[in-house]
């Protein structure tokens, strides 16, 4: 096949075609960038609301498109601490502040540095004197500095979570991807190490001084783990300058992005399975940019895929041999250093070769993505099979995917913004919340751009808190005067549109707490009209659960347009403080005090601390309070057919996160249908699902009461 002059041509056009068949395109690629970017924002946009000084960015092969759904690649989230000043130069020393000074000497290894701590008050070395009054767990002396250990995350990871590197890893989740948070301190200035780099040009004029300019602008990050053969194993903090490369990423041309991931889904099925994974992805990324920088650019091309494949592996194998892989920022630092022994780089090296002397053949053998038997079907060497996913199928599904992250990621936000509050008396949590509304205010009429990322954080996280607001004064206000406020109204009104139902059903849930009757029966119809049951997915964070299967409506929704999707496509789980009491039915006030003494003094706070609200999905949610509005009106068929679709929503929705609170809910229902083994059959289900901090428990011991001392019809 390779006598074909044309073969090398004919192999890459048919590798392109199989790479957009598989989701690496353009589109994708850019939409998924926007919407990391788009997480990042929020993320750091909530931490400012709580007054925390932290900023996340997300880095890595999912948040730079350079992935397909095969790899299964991890989300990195790195962490940054602002509350140090961290410096490179005295000039740069701010009073007040904690400076820490990035040091380096003949005992740190190329690209790591030592973090000296300084004085608040002048630009000094901060006295080791003082060192007798400062835990020594973070701080140590090392020949005369003050000094900041790199092991402070290891000593604060939380259950469930593995140390992997400077990250805390979630891993082996079902549903979800592997997850690392790196925390980190931000440097502004650029790298001692890293000023030549800015001086250097390649035969590709790659980077462009442009961009050099700009990741200059960047700074750098220092990051908590030591080199492999570091002296300074507890010291050493590893320079990172992440949002250049980030940068250099999102530059490459499609054809350089489908190099990366050629060369990732290679090391993955020919490298690392035989030679204990010595070889990273991160090591691939940096190959292909020494590649990039030094050919034209007019290489890069789609029928020119394969050479430049061929191209980035002889690099590869190259750096293995002189098992000296340069950063491409800061070269002096050995990215294979202490990492490959004698008989790995031997294992290596000849499947490098066996892999260039073959041209490519090896490629049919890649079963990620399927991408060795689509490339046989390109290529007229074997037959299509019906079962592989379209590339229409495949681009819905990474659409979906990267919504159900945004939608994921407002939820979250609006949860810790709430778990802030919590504690606080009414009148505190309406400033705090009515706080919130005027900073993202001020931050939405600051951005000029209509697009701006900022901009479309504000629109994703304003209305649930409008709602939320709007519900703690509609509270008060039902506890003092039995109505509800021009103020609370107009504050639900702007968060109807939060997703599909969640805001409807705050507002909805107050008109029938102050016993609005009819306005409440409009809102609920409203919002079943909007609830298309083939297209919208519920979303909850309260805890971790996965999704069984998404809807194909979902997935065609999703399809068509970026973040404002999720306002038609996703019903987030309603969410009540203790202060919205008087909001809340009866029937749903009992979830708020669901834990007895003993399950709260074993919980963990640290996730748990929604138990002690009224959460619920919104589907269900909508029945009950249809059972319950439609019962004010002796409505009796439309009571029953919505206590009919309460039943079968419980019994057919897979992925709802609070089955049991809606089993508790049909349970009251059956018990006011006078069908009471029918209701202590939904709190013996509810407790089958979470057997503590479950309001069935009580639900069941008040039953049983009724029933022995009712004189009606026993349980049977």
């Known amino acids: 096949m390779s006598q074909d002059p044309d073969y090398y041509r004919t192999v890459s056009l048919k590798l392109s075609e199989v790479f957009n ?54 989300t990195d989230t790195l962490i940054s601490l602002n509350e140090f000043n961290l410096i490179q130069d005295w000039s740069e020393w701010q009073p007040g502040r904690n400076n820490l000074l990035m040091i380096q000497d003949e005992t740190t290894s190329p690209g790591y540095c030592l973090l000296q701590c300084l004085s608040k008050d002048e630009p000094l070395p901060l006295p080791t004197a003082l060192l007798d009054h400062l835990p020594n767990r973070e701080f140590t002396v090392s020949r005369g500095k003050v000094l900041l250990k790199n092991r402070l995350l290891r000593d604060t990871a939380a259950a469930g979570q593995v140390i992997n590197g400077p990250a805390e890893s979630l891993q082996g989740r079902p549903g979800y991807y592997d997850e690392d948070f790196v925390p980190a ?23 462009t001084e442009d961009m050099k300019r700009y990741c200059e602008t960047t700074g750098c990050f220092a990051v908590p783990v030591s080199s492999k053969n570091g002296r300074n194993e507890e010291l050493e903090w590893r320079i990172s300058t992440s949002q250049a490369e980030r940068c250099l990423m999102f530059s490459l041309n499609i054809t350089q992005l489908r190099c990366y991931i050629l060369m990732k889904m290679i090391l993955k099925t020919f490298i690392n399975p035989q030679c204990d994974g010595v070889l990273s992805s991160f090591m691939c990324k940096t190959v292909l940019f020494h590649c990039i920088q030094n050919t034209h650019s007019n290489n890069w091309v789609k029928s020119n895929l394969l050479a430049c494949l061929m191209c980035c592996l002889t690099v590869l194998q190259n750096f293995v041999r002189k098992e000296n892989c340069p950063h491409f920022v800061i070269p002096e630092n050995n990215l294979m250093a202490g990492r490959i022994s004698p008989h790995n ?3 290596i090296v000849e499947i490098l070769k066996n892999i260039l002397q073959g041209e490519g053949r090896a490629l049919l053998e890649i079963l990620t993505d399927n991408l ?96 939320s607001l709007g519900s703690v004064i509609a509270s008060h206000n039902i506890y003092t005067t039995r109505s509800i406020s021009p103020e609370a109204l107009d504050l639900f009104s702007v968060g109807l549109n939060s997703d599909v139902a969640s805001g409807r059903l705050k507002l909805a849930s107050a008109l029938y707490c102050v016993g609005d009757m009819e306005r409440a ?110 019962g004010s009106f002796q409505r009796v068929a439309d009571q029953q057919c919505a206590l009919a679709n309460l039943v079968t929503t419980i019994e057919t929705e897979q992925n709802l996160g609070h089955k049991e609170t ?55």
Not at 23 to 28: A, D, K, Q, T
Not at 31 to 60: D, P, V, W, Y
Request: aromatic share 10%; glycine share 4%.
């Open 662 to 716: 809606a089993l508790n809910l049909l349970g009251q229902c059956m018990e006011q249908e006078n069908r009471h083994a029918d209701a202590l059959r939904c709190y013996m289900i509810s407790l089958n699902i979470r057997a503590r901090n479950n309001a069935a428990n009580f639900l069941i011991c008040r039953l049983l009461y009724e029933v022995v001392n009712m004189q009606g019809p026993a349980l049977n």
């Open 345 to 347: 780089k031997h294992e």
């Open 185 to 207: 301190y931000h440097c502004k200035s650029w790298p001692v190490e890293a000023r030549p780099w800015l001086l250097q040009q390649g035969i590709g004029r790659w980077p």
């Open 372 to 467: 060795g038997r689509r490339l046989q079907v390109k290529m007229n060497m074997g037959e299509a099979l019906q079962y592989y996913l379209t590339p229409a199928q495949i681009n819905a599904h990474i659409s979906a995917e990267q919504l159900l992250d945004i939608a994921n990621s407002v939820s979250i936000n609006h949860k810790g913004l709430l778990e802030e509050i919590q504690h606080n008396g009414n009148a505190m949590v309406h400033v705090r919340l009515s706080d919130y509304m005027l900073t993202l205010t001020r931050m939405y009429n600051r951005e000029m751009g209509l697009n701006s990322l900022r901009k479309s954080a504000v629109r994703l996280l304003a209305p649930l808190l409008s709602s």
């Open 521 to 630: 029966e409009f809102v609920l119809r409203n919002t079943e009209e909007k609830y298309d049951l083939n297209t919208v997915e519920p979303e909850c964070t309260c805890y971790e659960h996965p999704k069984y299967y998404l809807r194909q409506g979902f997935k065609h929704k999703c399809n068509t347009g970026n973040e404002e999707v999720i306002q038609h496509t996703t019903a987030f789980c309603v969410r009540f403080l203790q202060c919205e009491i008087c909001c809340v039915p009866e029937e749903l006030q009992y979830e708020m005090f669901r834990s007895t003494q003993e399950e709260r003094l074993e919980r963990n706070e640290m996730v748990d601390y929604w138990l002690d609200w009224a959460v619920v999905d919104s589907l269900p949610y909508l029945y009950f309070l249809q059972y319950k509005t439609y």
């Open 21 to 74: 068949d598989i989701g690496v395109n353009e589109i994708l690629i850019l939409k998924t960038r926007r919407m990391f970017l788009l997480m990042e924002t929020m993320n750091t946009s909530t931490a400012r609301l709580q007054g925390k000084n932290i900023s996340t960015f997300h880095f890595g092969s999912q948040s730079e498109g350079s992935t397909t759904l095969g790899l299964h690649s991890d």
